[in-house]
Nanobody
Framework: VQLQASGGGLVQAGGSLRLSCVGT????????LGWFRQAPGKVREGVAS???????VYSDAVKGRFTISRETAKNMVYLQMDNLKPEDTAVYYC????????????????????WGQGTLVTVSS
């Protein structure tokens, strides 16, 4: 299983970016997918997650601004990020695990088995 994230870049506060993550070596029909981020000096935190049934959850920090979606036929997961803030600056990672985690564990990094390499998002003020 491999994941490849892309779409990061430099954007001004209030702007938008769309991250993409393509997976190979597995059938995402049966996998949950998540986006995490890690800012310098901080722990990795869950941002958004989507189950194989297309149920999505968001962290309080991004709720209402970010949207996670998946395109199962292409083994893709996306993160649409709108109204970006400087505090959203981080390396963003996609991750996946087979089955669907219980709600309380969907933002735990240890829940996910496979990780992409990360893509840097920088939001300037």
């Amino acid at each position: 299983v491999q994941l490849q994230a892309s779409g990061g870049g430099l954007v001004q506060a209030g702007g938008s970016l769309r991250l993409s993550c393509v997976g190979t070596g597995f059938n995402s029909d049966y996998y949950a997918l998540g986006w995490f981020r890690q800012a310098p000096g901080k722990v990795r935190e869950g941002v958004a997650s989507i189950t194989s049934y297309d149920n999505s959850v968001y962290s309080d920090a991004v709720k209402g601004r970010f949207t996670i979606s998946r395109e199962t036929a292409k083994n893709m997961v996306y993160l649409q990020m709108d109204n970006l803030k400087p505090e959203d600056t981080a390396v963003y990672y996609c991750a996946t695990t087979s089955g669907n985690p219980i709600y309380s564990s969907m933002f735990q990094p240890t829940t996910y088995t496979y990780w992409g390499q990360g893509t840097l998002v920088t939001v300037s003020s």
